[in-house]
Structure formats: structure tokens, C-alpha cells
């Protein structure tokens, strides 16, 4: 099979520990570009956030952000595909948080608002987002957002807690209950919310349409949950081996952790470079 895509995700796939594109991660998408293949990486992150890590390539490539609700070009900024949560279900969703006590987040295009539970709260925040976010990302702190919600079109919430799964879990079955809303994880301690319909496999499916690919064509990267319905849909799935064995049951080959190069190993494999 002569592979014409390669997608990825990024934090615990292209990304080591760090956060940053490691070395032989570079060197394996930069031969791949060479002979022709197209990169594009999809991320949970808000579309700068994202976009920052592909400079080195110097390309003008879509860029699938917030699991899928956006897909613009990288250069161009051209929009390709947006889904973004209405209104009205977004109250729902923060109403739902309030009630729990747990903190929550919600991301426009290259906005992220904030819920302020405490001092404390904010300074995790905002160091959290050092590690994250350039310059280029409005972030707005507030302890009532419902009001910032009607100023931006909302194409991710995600609500985070560190020690407590049981109020996760409470937090989550309540969501349950609303329609038109996709719920999904990117780690241990998070859930994350799109608009129906909204999620790495539906952008990848739209996206393939726009190049004229076919999905046999594609070479898809990630390490979970939030990532299978776009390892299902592309002709390879390769799963990282820092992924959760449920997520490594559902790929097609399993690669090295993301600290190991496991994106570049797998590259080397599949294209033969």
C-alpha cells in the first residue's frame, strides 16, 4: 500500500514528556514529507496550541484541533470543517459542574475560559498552561463564564479532576443525559466535551474528502480513548505503547511509547524509509 497520509496526535503520541516534538519524531515526518506524504496533526488542544509544533516543517497543512470540532489550514488559517457546541447546551453542561464542584474548561478557536474555584485553583491553572499554550491564546479566568459562553462559539468542554474518579464518574453520567453531545477522555483524570457528531474519525473522515484520499491511504497515530474512532477509520491505526491496553486492542499495530520515538518507528515501517 503506498500511504499518502499520515495523522497524528499529539501529547502522548508525538509529543515525549516534555510536551515537544522529539528529535527522531521530526526526522521521521520530515523524510515523509519528502517522498510525498501529507502530515496532519490532530489534537484535543486549541488550534494555536497545536499549531506551533509544526513551524519546523514550514508547510501549509490542515490541523485538526479540539478533537475534531475545527479543521483549518496552518499558513493560511483557511477554514476547512467547524462544529461547535450551541449555546444552550453549553449552560447545560456548566450547570452540571456547578452543581459538582468540579473544575472545568471551555475552548473557542483560541480562547480558553477558565473557571475559577480558588487561588490555588488558578495557579495549577496557570502553570499547567506553560507547559501547553504560546503567547497567541486568550485565556480568560471567571467564576461565572454563562456569560463569556455567549461571546464565543465553545468547540470544547472539558472537566478535570485529579483525585476524585467517583465525582468524575457522577459528573459523567449526568452528561449522559444530554442529548446532541459526544463525551469522550484524553486522560485519566479528564472528560471532554463536543457537539454530536464531533470527534477525531468524523474530522479525518471530512478531511479525506477535502484531499481526495482514500481512507485505505491514511496512517493514523494516537494513544487514546479520544483517538479510536480516527484509528478505526484510517487503513492503519497504530496504537503507542504507552496507551491503555483497551485502546491497544482496538489498533492495528502497536509501536513504541511516545518517549521511545514510537510515531517515527512506525514510520519507518509503513513507508520504508
Known amino acids: 500500500m503506498e500511504y499518502k497520509l499520515i495523522v497524528s496526535d499529539m501529547d502522548g ?9 522529539t528529535k527522531e519524531n521530526k526526522i521521521a515526518l520530515s ?41 483549518k489550514e496552518t499558513k493560511t488559517n483557511k477554514l476547512i470543517y467547524k462544529n461547535s457546541i450551541p449555546n444552550d447546551i453549553c449552560l447545560k453542561i ?8 468540579i473544575y ?13 474555584l480558588s487561588r490555588e485553583d488558578q495557579k495549577k491553572t496557570q502553570d499547567r498552561l506553560k507547559n501547553f499554550f504560546n503567547d497567541e ?18 468547540l470544547k468542554i472539558i472537566a478535570i479532576d485529579d483525585n476524585d474518579r467517583d465525582k468524575l464518574n457522577n ?11 459526544e463525551i469522550t477522555s484524553s486522560w485519566f483524570n479528564n472528560i471532554e466535551i463536543m457537539h454530536k457528531g464531533v470527534n477525531k474519525g468524523e474530522a479525518l473522515k471530512e478531511l479525506v474528502k477535502y484531499l481526495g484520499i482514500d481512507r485505505k491511504e491514511v496512517i493514523a497515530f494516537g494513544d487514546n480513548y479520544n483517538d479510536l474512532d480516527m484509528l478505526k477509520f484510517a487503513g492503519v ?9 483497551a485502546v491497544k486492542e482496538q489498533g492495528d499495530y502497536v509501536t513504541s511509547t511516545n ?15
Do not use: W
Open 259 to 273: 518517549t521511545e520515538d514510537g510515531v517515527a518507528k512506525a514510520i519507518y515501517k509503513f513507508l520504508g524509509i
Open 137 to 154: 491564546i486568550n485565556v480568560h479566568f471567571g467564576d461565572d463564564l454563562k456569560e463569556e459562553v455567549l461571546k464565543h462559539q465553545i
Open 94 to 101: 456548566i450547570d452540571i459542574f456547578e452543581k459538582n464542584k
Open 237 to 245: 491505526g497504530v496504537v503507542m505503547g504507552n496507551a491503555d491496553e
Open 171 to 181: 459528573v459523567k453520567n449526568e452528561l449522559n443525559k444530554i442529548q446532541d453531545i
Open 13 to 21: 503520541t508525538l509529543l515525549g514528556d516534555n510536551h515537544k516534538i
Open 31 to 71: 523524510k515523509a514529507l519528502k517522498k510525498g506524504v501529507k502530515i496532519v496533526p490532530a489534537s484535543g488542544r486549541i488550534y494555536n496550541s497545536a499549531r506551533e509544533h509544526f513551524d519546523f516543517l514550514d508547510i501549509n497543512t490542515p490541523l485538526i484541533a479540539c478533537n475534531g470540532a475545527i479543521i
Open 104 to 116: 472545568y474548561q471551555l475552548y473557542s478557536e483560541n480562547t480558553m475560559l477558565c473557571k475559577n
